[in-house]
């Protein structure tokens, strides 16, 4: 009788993870509100981005607060909630607009990524000495979509939440300075780009979507325009990335174990195929026959960010700054040092495909 009541008492209450989830819920009401605000907007900083600061703030300040029982309400908005909400993703992106920039704009993303993940990882890792998943994810935020890309990779490699942590404080500042410093660099004629290079460039090297946008806003609603599809280009990259990595993975395992000579016992896992990028894709192809009315696309896509700003503020609850504080100012300067490649190789991969295909 008493074995029972022990695992039962060892378990979360379901009314403590539902009041968890709705705490995150209203938390992520907030942040999406502060981030309406003129100021904040004009910085071009996504509600997915004050969701991370505030949540860590709290977390950090405030967390004593918090009744112990809603921990797997706010673990389940960091881990399953975001999964899903990676997957509808995929509503934002249609083939017909990758196709729209032809096959400068996509070689131009697949360089882009291919070379900043591979430099990123290289960098952290063996230049810095950095953990694996710090490297990767803060190579991934850099090279494909910010926040979302750290999110979906965190799922997948099951890291912990100040890595994240991390490489988003990473997509912040160098996207934000991007945001800035690309239309004056543009302006001043020190890029040497037309419209279209322009657009090529802006979308294939900075961070966040809404990043690409506040920059090339500032210079044609052309630029603009080939920027977001380039950018959602990269994004589409995100599930064929994370297909490569859990092989990857499971390779890494399958080593490891045999290594340590368990391999006949079944060390290594099984391949972790990450399903919400199969979503994703899924999704891409549905948002590109048109199979939903307009009105309802909309409607999910708002729904799909307030999710995604529930994950990104629940990850900021976990998160320590003890634990970030432990990789010192490493982790930046791996940040920085991908940022230089994404200008200057960048720009010259941008020169390049123009060339190429001009």
């Known amino acids: 009788m008493s074995t029972p009541s022990l695992a039962h008492a060892s378990s979360p209450s379901t009314r403590g993870q539902l009041n968890g989830v709705l705490f995150v819920a209203l938390f992520a009401a907030a942040v999406t509100s502060v981030a309406s605000l003129p100021a904040i907007a004009g910085l071009g900083m996504s509600p997915l981005i004050v969701g991370i600061v505030a949540g860590a ?63 990123g990882t290289w960098v952290g890792m063996k230049l810095l000495k950095l953990d694996r998943d710090t490297a990767i994810l803060t190579a991934a935020g850099s090279a494909i979509c910010g926040a979302a890309a750290v999110l979906a990779f965190e799922s997948t490699l099951q890291s912990k939440p100040h890595k994240s942590a991390m490489a988003v404080g990473s997509v912040v500042l160098f996207g934000t300075l991007s945001m800035f410093l690309y239309p004056v660099l543009f302006h001043a004629g020190w890029l040497h780009l037309d419209t279209l290079g322009a ?3 802006f979308g294939g090297t900075i961070h966040e ?87 309802a696309t909309h409607a999910v896509n708002t729904l799909d960010t307030f999710a995604l700003t529930m994950a990104m503020t629940a990850l900021g609850i976990e998160t320590r700054v003890s634990q970030i504080r432990q990789a ?14 994404l200008v200057g190789g960048g720009l010259a991969i941008t020169w390049g495909v123009q060339r190429l295909f001009g």
Do not use: C
Not at 73 to 80: C, D, E, T, Y
Not at 328 to 341: D, H, K, Q, S, V
């Open 199 to 201: 657009g090529l460039f």
């Open 57 to 119: 703030i709290y977390g950090n300040a405030l967390r004593d607060g918090m009744p112990e029982s809603w921990a797997a309400g706010v673990n389940f908005s960091a881990r399953k909630l975001l999964r899903i909400a990676v997957a509808f993703f995929g509503l934002r992106v249609s083939l017909q607009e990758i196709a729209q920039v032809g096959v400068p704009g996509l070689v131009e993303s697949v360089v882009i990524v291919v070379s900043t993940l591979v430099i």
């Open 209 to 295: 979507v809404a990043q690409v946008v506040g920059a090339a806003s500032n210079v044609s609603p052309e630029a603009t325009h080939i920027a977001t599809i380039v950018k959602m280009t990269r994004v589409m990259l995100l599930v064929p990335v994370l297909l490569v990595l859990g092989v990857w993975l499971n390779r890494s395992a399958r080593s490891k174990a045999t290594a340590d000579g368990h391999a006949s016992q079944g060390g290594a896992r099984k391949l972790a195929v990450p399903w919400f990028a199969l979503g994703f894709l899924a999704l891409v192809i549905v948002n590109s026959l048109h199979v939903l009315p307009e009105t």
């Open 328 to 341: 010192g100012p490493r982790a930046l300067t791996a940040g920085f040092i991908i940022y230089l490649w």
